[in-house]
């Protein structure tokens, strides 16, 4: 039974996953941003970025390709609730066009509790909460930061911060009659020890179920060299948490796209009808067909916040005639080497058009301006995304460019 199946009995393939909700307000040290979260993705696996109305028409066209299907859910590629307005307009499209079809999202909890009446709200009827630890100090080691408002915060402080709101947002849905279901990655030498203690938290909460998933490295990520959780640590870790909650058996290596459900050509075409749909629609073109990305200087991926000669790495965007998706990450020159460090981060982003910072000096700025590449100053904590669709000339729904 997957995570997006009811406790009961359903298709094994039975639900899809609607890329909408980009962004996520935690960073996991198991986690690579280059892909899905890991929470509730096949590690390695990066979705297409719809938005609401593109997501429709996608689980149209699949409905039409596959039957079975009767789950229909936000799982990122994100945090579903990062982006509470992108998931809760998904999810009510597809209740007024698909109402017998079972609504759910899946949140790491840190939105939880302010989130919960509009959940219900718009239809939704479980949740799935991703609960590594209950105990701060083990959290601490799951997760790098967690964001709260404009500012990151890093070991027990995020991890404590991020517990509370998980407590308060599952009571919360528990309260409106939600079905809560937490999902559990279990890490080898950090966590699966503490497997009882999370199950029992959760059963206090009267959470509904509880489905425990083997912890697989990301190479890319800051737990990337541990080893995966074993057959035996996984049998320790179910013998712990039963005498509390039911346990969900679950696959973590399927995939919840057209892809996984569907193969990839027909899923290709799919997109292909999608991408064309937009393209029909769209009211921007890209800012350059010899350039056509836009490249963001952050540390956090969240929010542009990295002086130009600070940074280490550059997230590289790209528009497909209106989905615009995290194309890649490129490391930046080291400092040093005046300006021909400016030369080769040049030569480095010669398909970029753009290059948004939160401050850059009069020399970075003419040099690569000399190359073409214009740099974009933006407000410091300036959110990503906004200012990514900004440079590509996106419209928001007033029909005013993205600020």
């Known amino acids: 039974m997957h995570s997006t199946a009811p406790m009961d009995s359903e298709l094994a393939c039975g639900r899809l996953h609607l890329p909408v909700a980009a962004r996520c307000n935690i960073q996991c040290k198991y986690c690579d ?13 990066a979705s297409q970025l719809l938005t609401p109305s593109q997501a429709l028409a996608y689980l149209d066209a699949v409905l039409a390709a596959k039957d079975g299907i009767t789950a229909v859910g936000v799982a990122g590629p994100g945090d579903a609730l990062a982006e509470a307005d992108k998931t809760l307009e998904t999810l009510r499209l597809v209740a007024r066009a698909h109402p017998h079809l079972t609504r759910f999202i899946s949140t790491n909890g840190l939105a939880l509790a302010e989130h919960a009446q509009a959940i219900r709200e718009a239809g939704i009827s479980r949740v799935y909460v991703a609960v590594n630890a209950v105990d701060p100090a083990i959290a601490a080691q799951v997760y790098y930061f967690v964001r709260a408002g404009k500012r990151n915060l890093f070991g027990q402080e995020g991890a404590t911060l991020l517990v509370d709101a998980q407590r308060r947002g599952i009571a919360a849905c528990k309260a409106l009659g939600l079905e809560v279901i937490a999902v559990c990655t279990v890490i080898p030498d950090i966590n699966d020890a503490h497997v009882a203690h999370i199950a029992a938290w959760l059963a206090a909460l009267e959470v509904d179920g509880l489905e425990l998933n083997a912890f697989h490295p990301a190479q890319a990520s800051p737990l990337g060299t541990r080893p995966p959780a074993t057959k035996a640590i996984m049998l320790a870790a179910r013998e712990a948490a039963k005498a509390h909650l039911p346990l969900m058996e679950c696959c973590t290596h ?9 193969g990839e050509e027909q899923a290709e075409a799919i997109l292909n009808k999608i991408r064309a749909m937009a393209a029909a629609d769209s009211p921007w073109a890209m800012p350059d067909p010899q350039r056509p990305l836009v490249a963001v200087a952050t540390s956090n991926g969240e929010t542009v916040d990295t002086h130009l000669g600070h940074a280490r ?7 497909d005639h209106g989905l615009v998706t995290l194309k890649e990450h490129r490391q930046a020159p080291p400092k040093g ?9 040049a030569h480095l982003l010669n398909d970029c058009k753009i290059l948004i910072v939160a401050s850059a000096g009069d020399t970075p700025q003419r040099v690569l301006g000399e190359h073409g ?5 933006v407000p410091e904590d ?11 000339g996106i419209k928001n729904k007033k029909g005013k460019p993205s600020k």
């Open 337 to 345: 080497g005046g300006e021909e460090r400016w030369k080769a981060l």
């Open 254 to 262: 399927c995939r919840a796209d057209a892809k996984g459900l569907l």
């Open 373 to 377: 590449l214009s740099v974009r100053v």
């Open 382 to 392: 300036t959110d990503v995304a906004a200012a990514v669709l900004a440079s590509f």
């Open 33 to 45: 941003r280059n892909y899905d979260c890991a929470n509730q993705s096949r590690p390695g696996v």
């Open 313 to 319: 790495q550059l997230l590289i965007y790209q528009n």
